[in-house]
C-alpha cells in the first residue's frame, strides 16, 4: 500500500476508467435554439418541450462520445433512454390528490447507435422520438399504462445495455428548497454514478433564470469528449 502525506501529489495521471463528476448548463437562450432547430426540420412535432430538447441533446451527444472514449458500438446497436412518468393525475380516473406513495410509469425511447451519433440528423430524431412518445403516450390516458403489464418482461432486458436514464425534472426547483439551515449551495444526483447504465440529473438552474442543470458521472475520457460535443453543439 502506497501512502502520501498531506499536501502531496500522486505523479501518476488518473487511470482511464475513473470516473468525474461534472456539471453543465443550458441557459434559457440555449434551451430556446434548440427548439428553434427542432422545430425549423419538424414543424409538426406537438410536444416541443424543455425536456424533449434538453434530454435529446445530452443523448445525442452521448452518443457521439463513445468512439473518442474508446468504446466500439456497431451501428446499428440499439441506444435507449429511458424516463419515468409522474402517472398520479394520468390516470382514468386519477389518483386523490390526498394520494402517498408511488405511482410511476416508464417510458422507454430506442435509436441505433449510427443515427443517433450523427451529427447532423442525431440530436433532431433523437427529439422527434422523444417528444413523440410524451405526446402519443405520456399525454394520453388510455396509453400510458397499457402495457404496465409487460414492463418487466420488456424493460428487465435492457440492464446492461446501452441506456441513459434521467433523474428529476425541469420543474424541479431544487435550489428553491428551505429546510430551515439554509438553501441548497449545490446539488448532486448520488444514483447517476452507476456502472451498469449511464444517467444524467436534470434541475432548474441555480444561477440563470429559465436554464437547465444537468449532471453527468462519467469517466474522465467520456467526460472530456462529451463536453467538447456538447459546448460545440450549442454555436449556432
Known amino acids: 500500500m502506497k501512502l502520501f502525506q498531506p499536501g ?3 505523479p501518476k495521471p488518473p487511470p482511464a476508467n475513473k470516473k468525474t463528476r461534472s456539471t453543465y448548463i443550458l441557459q434559457k437562450t440555449d434551451i430556446q435554439n434548440l427548439k428553434n432547430s427542432v422545430s ?3 414543424p409538426d412535432l406537438v410536444h416541443l418541450s424543455s425536456f424533449t430538447v434538453t434530454t435529446a441533446y445530452v443523448w445525442s451527444c452521448l452518443a457521439r462520445s463513445a468512439a473518442a472514449a474508446g468504446e466500439s458500438v456497431a451501428d446499428d446497436e440499439p441506444e435507449y433512454f429511458g424516463f419515468a412518468v409522474d402517472a398520479r393525475h394520468r390516470l382514468d380516473p386519477p389518483a386523490p390528490a390526498a394520494y402517498f406513495g408511488n405511482c410511476v410509469a416508464f417510458v422507454v425511447a430506442e435509436l441505433t447507435h449510427g443515427r443517433l451519433k450523427d451529427e447532423e440528423e442525431g440530436f433532431l430524431a433523437a427529439a422527434e422520438l422523444v417528444g413523440g412518445l410524451i405526446g402519443k403516450k405520456v399525454n394520453r390516458k ?5 402495457d404496465a403489464d409487460d414492463w418487466l418482461v420488456k424493460y428487465g432486458p435492457l440492464m446492461g445495455k446501452r441506456v441513459m436514464g434521467v433523474a428529476g425534472s425541469p ?3 431544487l ?3 428551505e429546510f430551515g439551515w439554509g438553501k441548497p449551495v449545490k446539488y ?9 447504465n449511464e444517467s444524467i440529473s436534470l434541475c432548474k438552474s441555480r444561477e440563470f433564470d429559465g436554464g437547465l442543470e444537468i449532471g453527468l458521472c462519467l469517466p474522465n475520457q467520456k467526460i472530456e469528449a462529451f463536453e467538447t460535443f456538447f459546448y460545440h453543439g450549442l454555436k449556432f
Do not use: N, P, Q
Not at 388510455?142 to 397499457?146: F, T
Open 8 to 10: 502531496s501529489t500522486d
Open 40 to 42: 425549423a426540420k419538424a
Open 142 to 146: 388510455d396509453e400510458l399504462m397499457r
Open 171 to 173: 420543474k424541479f426547483d
Open 175 to 177: 435550489y428553491g428548497t
Open 188 to 196: 448532486e444526483c448520488v444514483s447517476i454514478d452507476v456502472e451498469v
